[in-house]
């Protein structure tokens, strides 16, 4: 039997192994009483010492095959040694020793606190065969080593986690004994003949990145989106974050936890997009290909699966409950991310997502937080147990579901395995230290009790490309092992919970430090606000608000999510950069500039041009003229006149209002937009009425001016027909008898001309000086030059 085990594919019964190991242990009872009647031989080889220089020797663990041996298995243990010192290391040797089986989960945490440290005892070492010989190390040079060994050689016991030692003896110039100058340890989770009771285990996989697209967008009719960086192609191309992380989940059985914002953003770049560059210029973007291979990817991979939709960009949940509920409509843009992320989900992966479950930063909670996350209409809050801590002294870890009143059941995930793949795992041996440790600690906490429970797993949310393959490379260990079974998130939230478990939310108080210091601050709340009141008053105008409303409101958004964690001038600079380009929009509806205006006669029209930049039509606004002295000017009969406001897109239009003069001088005049709900609408436009009034004097003037013209033009009438009457009579008497004709009387009728234009002369005035008076005109009753500067005046 001992033979059978040193081949693979010979696995012996449980009945078996008893047997065996009681026929050895009785076999080598009467031997070991013998032993213990003899002196120390001199031939027994000695336990190597310790050496009195700390780790000399660095040795590093990169593989250990399989994560969870079998009865009959043969484990592999590789990885590299190299010498730190100064002198070299003679005869040295890798070997592995294996320690008693560790029974707490606090034990595990302590071993792997003390992972490298030469004094913390090694158990026996294996030896024999079983190691990898050197003859010297030279220092800085690093050695490869790889040792395998069956399974039974390591002399595990029942089922349990057993420290395994991997260290490296030898000897140097200054201490010329064997001794142990390196050591790594790790864990061996063992349990070959299957758990009684399975432990439920659900894998939260996260898909989660940071914010990629901007409010802006561009005026054609696609609306093509504005991306802040290429950063986003990166992740999801062949070997990136996000391509990394969907290429592993595939093959696990884990609930994916997805924000919608990633998937919009993908979904974006599949057809046209442009990337900003330095300054206010873009690029187009070329990685359509890449995003639509990433989620056809990903539409095939949640294809029956679980799937949970965050708020759309991942609001921090946290801070709102911090630092935004004192901020008015705060509340309501976490309704709003809400709202849209299963329409997003359903849009674009084709699935219908749970909206449940609200996923606070780290799982840190207080009663703030659970209020604010289910404020939006979710009743599951996932949480951590290093916050919700346990109080009440169960032996064992409790199931992860905690009724915590109002309906709300808090998710509570193990931090110890939920936090076992942070830090850098870019090296081999750290990511096989974190495997073997996520497994121990799940084993152990199956090996606590009997009684089957429920646990959650919940990672970081952005894990690196490292970190991801180490946790599928836990997750599947740990599915293919005996003690676990896979669960859905919802089957875990809806699982009995333990009566014992705690049920308290922890106070406000209790909340970590290093995370309140990443919070978004209430002035982020407050830009927030100003940000949607512009929107608010904005889209009331538009024929098509969509245009405008959907990419702002996602804008807004993204404005909460929680990756602007420790970005705090990052954050700052997207909140002023949306602003900015929503002021832009705003101010392309807007009064154009009016300078001084003159008026003569008691009443005339005003000219006031509304200028309309954007590609869509606007409406729904009033137009308000108002005069500062209704006294000296009225419009429209009173102190102000309103007519409303329609604008095609790319276009300007003119109104006109009626003004009557009561008293000449200057008055300052002032034009407005409003939305029909009364807000003002875009600056007002203010400019000077000048009026001059004719007056009594000078219509007294001018009728006595007149009045002399008529007289005179009588008197040139009568004049004329005298002479014409004198010169028939004079014609008569030179027919009856006047040969001689006699001489010409002087002053005939050229003579009688001349006087009477000389006479009308002298009353026509034509030549009189100018009376102060009688003064010009400043400008007709309505102008007639043509409008200012980019008025278009439409008649």
């Given at each position: 039997m001992a033979e059978a085990a040193d081949f693979p594919g010979m696995s012996p019964s449980p009945a078996r192994r008893w047997l065996r190991r009681t026929g050895a242990l009785l076999a080598g009872a009467p031997l070991l009483a013998g032993l213990l009647q003899l002196p120390a031989h001199a031939?027994?080889?000695a336990a190597p010492k310790e050496a009195s220089g700390g780790n000399t020797v660095a040795v590093a663990v990169d593989t250990l095959s399989p994560a969870v041996p079998s009865d009959g298995d043969t484990v592999t243990v590789s990885g590299t040694v190299t010498n730190n010192g100064k002198q070299a290391v003679t005869d040295a040797h890798v070997g592995l020793s294996v320690g008693p089986a560790l029974t707490t989960r606090s034990s595990i945490d302590d071993a792997a606190k003390n992972a490298d440290v030469v004094s913390g005892g090694y158990g026996s070492e294996v030896g024999g065969k079983y190691v990898a010989e050197f003859s010297k190390l030279t220092p800085g040079v690093a050695e490869h080593f790889s040792i395998s060994v069956p399974v039974d050689k390591l002399d595990l016991g029942d089922d349990g986690v057993y420290p395994l030692g991997v260290l490296l003896s030898g000897e140097t110039s200054a201490q010329p004994w064997d001794q142990v100058l390196g050591i790594q340890r790790t864990f061996l989770p063992w349990q070959p003949d299957g758990a009684d009771t399975a432990t439920k285990t659900t894998v939260l996989w996260p898909l989660v990145s940071t914010v990629h697209m901007t409010a802006e967008t561009g005026s054609n009719a696609q609306q093509t989106p504005v991306f802040l960086d290429d950063d986003l192609a990166e992740e999801i191309a062949p070997g990136g974050r996000l391509d990394q992380l969907l290429s592993l989940g595939r093959e696990l059985d884990v609930t994916w936890v997805i924000d919608p914002d990633l998937l919009a953003a993908v979904d974006a770049m599949t057809g046209s997009y442009r990337i900003r560059t330095d300054g206010n210029t873009t690029t187009a973007g070329t990685h359509q290909a890449i995003a639509k291979k990433w989620l056809a990817d990903l539409q095939d991979a949640v294809t029956d699966r679980e799937v949970v939709a965050l708020p759309f960009a991942d609001p921090?949940?946290?801070?709102?409950?911090?630092n935004g509920t004192g901020v008015a409509g705060s509340l309501s843009q976490l309704k709003a991310a809400t709202d849209v992320a299963a329409t997003t989900v359903e849009t674009v992966l084709h699935v219908t997502p749970s909206t449940d479950f609200a996923w606070p930063v780290e799982g840190a909670v207080d009663p703030s937080i659970v209020k604010v996350a289910t404020s939006a209409g979710a009743d599951k809050v996932i949480a951590r147990s290093d916050s919700l801590t346990e109080t009440g002294g169960l032996s064992y870890t409790p199931s992860a579901a905690r009724p915590i009143g109002g309906?709300?059941?808090?998710?509570v995930a193990d931090a110890r395995l939920s936090t076992a793949f942070q830090g850098d795992l870019t090296k081999a041996t750290a990511s096989t230290l974190a495997?073997?440790?996520?497994?121990?600690?799940?084993?152990?906490?199956?090996?606590?009790?009997?009684k089957q429970r429920s646990i959650v797993v919940a990672p970081q949310r952005m894990p690196t490309a490292s970190q991801a393959q180490a946790m599928a490379a836990a997750v599947t260990a740990l599915q293919g092992g005996s003690w676990s079974q896979s669960q859905e998130l919802s089957a875990a939230a809806a699982a009995k919970p333990d009566s014992d478990a705690t049920t308290r939310v922890p106070p406000r108080s209790a909340y970590p430090s290093s995370l309140r210091r990443q919070e978004l601050p209430r002035s982020a709340f407050e830009q927030i606000a100003i940000t949607q009141d512009t929107l608010d008053n904005f889209k009331v105008i538009l024929s098509d608000q969509s245009r405008v409303v959907t990419p702002f409101g996602r804008a807004v958004n993204r404005?909460?999510?929680?990756?602007w964690r420790g970005l705090s001038t990052a954050a700052s600079t997207f909140r002023q950069g949306v602003q900015a380009y929503l002021d832009t929009l705003t101010d392309q509806v807007k009064l154009i500039d009016k300078s001084e205006t003159k008026l003569s006669g008691r009443s005339a029209t005003i000219p006031v041009t509304v200028q309309n930049n954007l590609v869509q039509g606007v409406d729904h606004l009033i137009l308000r003229l108002t005069s500062a002295n209704d006294t000296r000017l009225e419009i429209g009969g009173h102190v102000f006149d309103e007519q409303p406001i329609e604008v095609s897109g790319g276009h300007s239009t003119t109104v006109k209002f009626t003004t009557s003069a009561n008293v000449n001088g200057q008055t300052t005049v002032t034009a407005q937009l409003y939305t029909l709900d009364g807000q003002k609408y875009g600056d007002a436009v203010q400019f000077d009425v000048k009026v001059t009034e004719i007056t009594p004097t000078v219509m007294l003037v001018i009728g006595g001016g007149v009045l002399l013209l008529v007289l005179a033009g009588f008197r040139m009438y009568t004049q004329r027909k005298r002479a014409a009457a004198r010169e028939a009579e004079e014609g008569g008497a030179e027919e009856a008898g006047e040969p001689d004709g006699g001489p010409q009387q002087p002053g005939g009728a050229e003579a009688h001309e001349d006087?009477?234009?000389?006479?009308s002369g002298s009353l026509s005035g034509a030549d009189d000086p100018q009376q102060p008076s009688d003064g010009t005109p400043d400008t007709a009753a309505e102008s007639t030059d043509p409008s200012g500067t980019g008025e278009r005046v439409d008649r």
């Open positions: 031939d027994t080889p921090d949940l946290a801070s709102l409950a911090h309906g709300t059941t808090a998710v495997v073997q440790e996520f497994l121990a600690q799940s084993l152990e906490m199956n090996l606590q009790t009997h404005e909460m999510s929680t990756s006087r009477c234009e000389q006479e």
